[in-house]
Nanobody
Framework: QVRLLETGGESVQAGGSLALSCAVS????????MGWFRQAPGNEREIVAS????????HYSDSVTGRFSISRGYGENKLYLQMNNLKPEDAGLYYC?????????????????WGQGTQVTVSS
């Protein structure tokens, strides 16, 4: 059974940093395309970042490029999202996701396993 568990979400002030973690069981994060999504109230779930199979590349949404960094854990079956210079518009429920059907993934429809999310709040 595949399980994804996100942690690290909390309330921070604008300009601050947070590091999100996603502990994965049931699949090897190094073998599949992995991603982070977020959803704010009233908005659709959107891609934040993804890391392709075999570390062949990454994808970032325009709104987080240069501020966020996605990575896999060395020796750990985890996915990370380092978020710097946070803005109020970065607030939302952040989800970790895995795609077992695509080597290059950036669309929600390409992911077939999801965590329950961790809440990020950014105050101005």
């Amino acid at each position: 059974q595949v399980r994804l568990l996100e942690t690290g979400g909390e309330s921070v002030q604008a300009g601050g940093s947070l590091a999100l973690s996603c502990a994965v069981s049931g699949l090897d994060v190094n073998l599949y395309c992995m991603g982070w999504f977020r959803q704010a109230p009233g908005n659709e779930r959107e891609i934040v970042a993804s890391i392709f199979t075999g570390n062949t590349g990454t994808h970032y949404s325009d709104s987080v490029t240069g501020r966020f960094s996605i990575s896999r854990g060395y020796g750990e079956n985890k996915l990370y999202l380092q978020m710097n210079n946070l803005k109020p518009e970065d607030a939302g429920l952040y989800y970790c996701a895995a795609s077992t059907g695509y080597n290059y993934c950036s669309l929600a429809s390409q992911f077939n396993y999801w965590g329950q999310g961790t809440q990020v709040t950014v105050s101005s």
